[in-house]
């Protein structure tokens, strides 16, 4: 089992430079509104009757002891990270004394203050004036205040534990629940702090001696007691809800819901801009919609990394089953939303995109990111801006999704639904993501397993549009975008961090989810240990840099410096499916080999491409895609259960 500390140090790398501190207590309770009625508040007590007194002060939730019951949300790498304290809302259900998808808010208790997690600044320091120059008399005084001051984020070991602690704790919060932001209370010692936590990153309270003065902690828990679900974080767009038994099992049946589990109510907004405010009589039209689906398995992922969640709905107005997809984006001046990618994907006539039937940020209802808009606050004493980026929820409604590739039926539709999202119908003038880049000038960013769908027909869907950016946008191209596993080695390179997305990296994207999903699906006479050294190319552990950019991903950079690579000839594979992983794996060794880098660099021009021309368009790697779907014919059109037996059978194997 790998270490405890190793443990700690993946969370917080998880998590990087995302907590912004340390605001004045006074105006961290600003996030929540006032309330009338508190009761007597003593301004002195002890750690002993802590607890106790706490009570008085969340008389609408059940204060609950959860330090020795782990959920299972918040066991990392087989360590527990419970809360110690737990608050639920009074006589709401729960599983188990820790429970993780019902807990309203939570306290992590540490005897010591040794295990704070922060060091706070000097008293009434202003971050945002400028450093005087090196000969001006307040020079002393710089050094002593903002020179001499390390850090917010203390960097002991105790320090560290805590906040791998509150990380584990949120990443589960929000995994399991549906939240737009969420509150928790750090006590070290008789020191406290309180944190409000959204998908941005964190923001922590100046810490006060709550045992000398307890009523800040008093006014925080009193004004957390009496808001509302919204007020406390809860995204109110999602509810609970139950269908007639007339209907209950036939939905179910159809979306895959078991008879037990919780049917949810889902809103999704109409884009306004693109309808009339009323109908033909002048009655007003809605703004949203209505859908009914499953409570969404939980990830056991960064809050950062949790940013979209996708599954299959019913369509409550046209009783049927829809595509429902729900993206926190980045929100800043110059991107386009989804919604708006799709329009236009489908104005411009680009072939095997899903069908866009509505969809729209969710700005109207408060569900933005807030911890970016205390980045440049005087007392903000974290420096790196950049890393805290303002995010909306944005929801659309796709139709005609039924499954993604990780579910492909036969080989012989695993390489149509590839080609499909690729190069679409190779006759026509436009192609998938050809097309896009081509005619539209969109970089798609976000080549995935998940992003590559097949229709009931078994035909493929390029979908998985909320990271495209225009190819002449190169701020935006700076921005690290896309699914770890199938990111290219040259985004994940730590000595290309400035580097701008381009299209080799979307198209060595393509061949990383053909590798995987054919390694991971595909039965094979492979055996267990070479199968297992293929997958963690795309497992491997990265780390996040102090910019928020992922570093990692050696072991692509390695299986494609080489088209003779040995870990990808140990893959039993038939033929057909063998030779079109050779031909795109030696189209990339000339981003990672230095010798062909060299000889490439030092070959006179002639009138041949040269192996980087190759990855500038799209047409080599169409041509080797395209021609290994007819020769596929032969193959028999079984079920991949099947695959196996009938391979070993036809090539020896």
Not at 232 to 258: F, H, K, M, T, Y
Not at 468 to 496: H, N, V, W, Y
Request: with cysteine; glycine share 6%; proline share 7%.
């Amino acid at each position: 089992m790998t270490s405890k500390d190793a443990v700690e140090a993946k969370l917080l790398g998880s998590f990087p430079r995302r907590f912004v501190g340390a605001m004045p207590v006074r105006r961290f309770l600003g996030f929540l509104p006032e309330a009338d009625g508190r009761p007597a508040t003593p301004k002195v007590v002890s750690q002993e009757e802590l607890l106790a007194l706490l009570r008085k002060f969340t008389t609408n939730f059940d204060l609950v002891d959860t330090s020795g019951c782990p959920d299972p949300s918040v066991v990392v790498g087989g360590y527990e990270f419970q809360p110690t304290v737990g608050l639920y809302k009074s006589e709401s259900t729960r599983n188990g004394v820790t429970d993780m998808s019902t807990m309203e808010a939570w306290i992590i208790i540490k005897p010591s203050v040794e295990q704070d997690p922060f060091i706070d600044p000097p008293p009434n320091e202003d971050f945002t004036a400028p450093i005087p120059c090196p000969e001006e008399d307040l020079l002393p005084y710089w050094d002593t205040k903002r020179d001499y001051y390390p850090t917010f984020e203390s960097s002991g070991k105790q320090s560290i534990s805590t906040r791998a602690h509150m990380v584990a704790c949120t990443n589960a919060f929000f995994a399991t629940q549906f939240r737009r932001f969420g509150f928790s209370i750090l006590l070290c010692g008789s020191w406290a702090r309180f944190v409000y936590w959204d998908r941005s990153g964190a923001v922590v309270s100046r810490r006060f001696d709550y045992t000398s003065n307890f009523i800040p902690l008093a006014e925080f828990l009193w004004r957390l007691n009496r808001a509302s679900p919204g007020d406390r974080g809860v995204d109110v767009s999602v509810v609970p809800i139950s269908l007639p038994e007339s209907q209950d099992n036939a939905v179910r049946e159809l979306l895959g819901i078991g008879s037990s589990d919780p049917l949810y109510g889902y809103i999704v907004p109409v884009d306004t801009a693109l309808q009339k405010p009323t109908d033909a009589e002048g009655r007003p039209l809605t703004t949203h919609r209505f859908y009914v689906g499953p409570r969404p398995a939980p990830k056991q992922c960064s809050l950062l990394e949790q940013r979209t969640r996708s599954f299959h709905v019913w369509d409550v107005t046209h009783k049927r089953v829809v595509f429902f997809k729900e993206t926190w984006r980045l929100h800043s001046q110059g991107t386009s939303t989804e919604s708006e990618v799709y329009r236009q994907l489908h104005s411009g006539r680009i072939p095997n995109i899903p069908t866009f039937e509505h969809g729209g940020d969710m700005s109207a209802l408060g569900t933005k990111t807030s911890t970016h808009l205390f980045n440049k606050a005087r007392w903000c004493c974290t420096p790196n801006h950049k890393a805290t980026l303002p995010l909306v929820q944005h929801r659309i409604i796709l139709g005609n999704v039924e499954r993604n590739l990780s579910t492909f039926k036969t080989p012989k539709e695993f390489l149509t639904v590839f080609k499909d999202a690729l190069t679409g119908e190779f006759h026509l003038h436009f192609s998938t993501h050809e097309g896009a880049y081509e005619y539209l000038g969109l970089l798609h960013r976000n080549i995935s397993m998940e992003n590559i769908g097949i229709t009931s027909e078994g035909r493929g869907l390029l979908m998985g549009w909320e990271c495209c950016s225009s190819k002449s946008r190169k701020e935006l191209l700076e921005i690290q975008m896309g699914t770890l596993p199938f990111m290219s080695g040259a985004l994940l390179d730590q000595s290309t961090q400035d580097k701008h997305h381009v299209l080799a990296d979307d198209l060595e994207s393509f061949l990383h989810v053909m590798m995987y999903t054919i390694v991971r699906y595909l039965p094979s006479a492979t055996n267990v240990e070479d199968r297992n050294t293929l997958l963690q190319i795309f497992d491997e552990e990265h780390v996040i840099d102090e910019g928020g950019r992922a570093i990692g991903g050696s072991r692509k950079r390695k299986y494609l410096a080489g088209p003779e690579f040995h870990i990808v000839k140990k893959f039993t594979a038939p033929p057909e499916i063998a030779t079109l992983l050779r031909e795109l794996c030696e189209l990339f060794p000339i981003r990672y080999n230095a010798t062909l880098q060299l000889i490439e660099r030092h070959t006179p021009e002639t009138r041949f491409k040269t192996p980087s021309d190759l990855l500038a368009c799209h047409r080599e790697m169409m041509t080797y895609v395209n021609l290994s779907v007819p020769s596929s014919e032969g193959w028999p059109d079984i079920d991949i259960r099947d695959f196996y037996t009938i391979t070993v059978n036809r090539y020896g194997f």
